[in-house]
């Protein structure tokens, strides 16, 4: 199912053995376009430590009650590698991460919540995880150029091949194997109150330094498109309509 980040907010995040904490922000892959992290603010027992969980440790969420249970133990956590999510997170943090958890470094894990460690078959590593560690200095302090907060994201400018026509206020992802389908676009200040959904294939280039996304559909097109409504969820075929409006491939 489709869901879009900001109402993910806020999830409870439970251990084996009691509560870890609360959902606050994501990191994705600019390259994939899929969530590589979860940042879970902790509550008094670990001092409001934000920690970093892969979808990895997922097992089957409990929507109703806003909860993720994972298959980790508060002594895990409390024992993780202290990472400042305030800064730049290196390929050196991921893998001392990786190895406290054991979790794997690429490949798919299962086909659903189901799968062997409980995950969401994730996306595969663009090349091994660690030929990718070798392959960067992460003793420069800039950290993984493609990892990439989801509240840095929005309000970001999409540009079409006219100019600038609405900022980014949300991302719709797919909850069964995190992959983000949608940015979801505000263009109020051109057409007022209405919304898009632009597909980040579509995205032709992102210049993160200036926040600007730049898209070839022109405005005419993003203009007439269908309108997304946040308080209904979307039709079966809302995605290959769009698709087929735009006159774009799902394999594109």
């Known amino acids: ?45 670990l001092t409001g430590r934000k920690v970093l969980i892969s ?14 249970p994972v298959n980790l133990t508060t002594d895990q956590v409390k024992h993780s590698p202290d990472i400042d999510t305030e800064m730049p997170v290196s390929r050196q943090h991921e893998l001392a991460l990786y190895e406290h958890y054991s979790w794997p470094y690429s490949a798919r894990i299962g086909t659903g919540f189901y799968g062997a460690m409980g995950m969401l078959g994730m996306v595969e590593s663009r090349i091994p995880f660690e030929e990718s560690i070798a392959a960067r200095n992460f003793g420069d302090g800039k950290g993984d150029p493609h990892l990439r907060s989801t509240s840095e994201l929005k309000g970001s400018e999409l540009h079409t091949v006219d100019g600038e026509i609405g900022e980014v206020e949300d991302l719709i992802i797919d909850d069964t194997d995190w992959s983000i389908h949608f940015l979801i676009v ?67």
Not at 14 to 23: H, L, N, P, Q, S
Not at 204 to 223: F, V
């Open 1 to 45: 199912m489709q869901r879009n980040v900001k109402s993910l907010i806020g999830f409870t995040m439970g251990a084996t053995d009691g509560e870890i904490g609360k959902v606050v922000e994501f990191y994705f892959d600019d390259e994939t376009w899929t969530i590589r992290y979860l940042i879970v603010k902790t509550g008094s027992w």
């Open 55 to 68: 979808p990895t440790a997922l097992k089957e969420p409990d929507w109703n009650n806003r909860t993720f």
């Open 186 to 252: 505000d263009t109020g200040k051109w057409f007022p109150g209405k919304k898009v959904l632009i597909a980040p294939k579509w995205i032709k280039e992102a210049k993160w330094d200036t926040y600007k996304l730049l898209t070839d559909i022109p405005t005419e097109a993003i203009k007439e498109s269908p309108e997304y409504d946040l308080s209904v969820p979307l039709p079966l075929n809302f995605e290959s309509d769009l698709y087929r409006y735009y006159g774009k491939s799902k394999e594109q």
